[in-house]
């Protein structure tokens, strides 16, 4: 597939576990983004990384958030000791980035819904 | 800092009709850029359309339409002749136009929720 994928699509788990969300971004695509989409917001911006580090984590909401992102690729976004108000669709997506006036558009994944109860 | 307002929560249209969704921005960059993304019931948000700030002509693809207008910091999305499978979330979003650490940071409206009835 030449998408953002993510997994799982949908996850159900209880108050205080941990869960961890996937994202496979676009093959050659240096860039990737996390978002949350809780029920009637927009997409709030959660993390963004560059390779495998993370420039810009000023979104995570708290301290029970982590991301990571290893070989350029593939990153997890971890959430622990879940909340009910964790629930949401978690966005993933992924651009080229370059630097002057290019501008890269992200591209999304299909999504993951958290559901804690 | 940015902000993207979409007044319109829910709309709800008969098929065929004309509906705009509007989108008010605020930035205090000179050079930005705007979007309009679709949300359909997948799930998937799909791009359909980005403009720069210095160009303010209209666009035109199909039944949508854009009307971009600085002078009211607003970038309006019209469908013409709504058909069902328009049903959908729509966001419009913006980003500055420089690199910030490294990217060009999205900030989103809240999306308006568009039923088109047959």
């Known amino acids: 597939g030449a998408g953002v994928s993510q997994s799982p699509s949908n996850k159900v788990t209880e108050k205080g576990k941990d869960v961890e969300l996937r994202c496979d971004p676009i093959s050659g695509h240096t860039a990737l983004y996390w978002y949350r989409q809780s029920l009637g917001q927009g997409l709030e911006f959660l993390i963004y990384?560059?390779?495998?580090?993370?420039?810009?984590k000023s979104g995570l909401p708290s301290d029970r958030f982590s991301a990571e992102r290893t070989g350029g690729s593939v990153s997890t976004l971890t959430i622990q000791r879940t909340q009910q108000e964790d629930s949401a669709v978690y966005l993933c997506a992924s651009s080229l980035v370059a630097g002057g006036s290019t501008y890269n558009e992200q591209f999304f994944g299909p999504g993951t819904r958290l559901t804690v109860l | 800092a940015q902000k993207v307002t979409q007044a319109q929560t829910e709309i709800s249209v008969v098929e065929k009709e004309d509906v705009t969704l509007d989108c008010v921005y605020e930035t205090r960059d000179t050079t930005y850029y705007l979007f309009w993304y679709k949300q359909p019931p997948s799930g998937e948000l799909v791009f359909l359309i980005r403009?720069?700030?210095?160009?303010?002509q209209n666009e035109i693809s199909g039944r949508y339409s854009w009307n971009f207008q600085k002078s009211t910091s607003s970038f309006n999305f019209t469908i013409t002749a709504s058909q069902v499978v328009d049903s959908a979330v729509y966001f419009c979003?913006?980003?500055?136009?420089?690199?910030?650490?490294?990217?060009?940071?999205?900030?989103f409206g809240i999306g308006t929720k568009l039923q088109v009835i047959p």
């Open positions: 979003a913006l980003s500055e136009a420089h690199l910030s650490g490294g990217y060009q940071k999205v900030t």
């Open positions: 990384f560059q390779g495998n580090s993370a420039p810009d």
């Open positions: 403009r720069n700030s210095f160009d303010e």
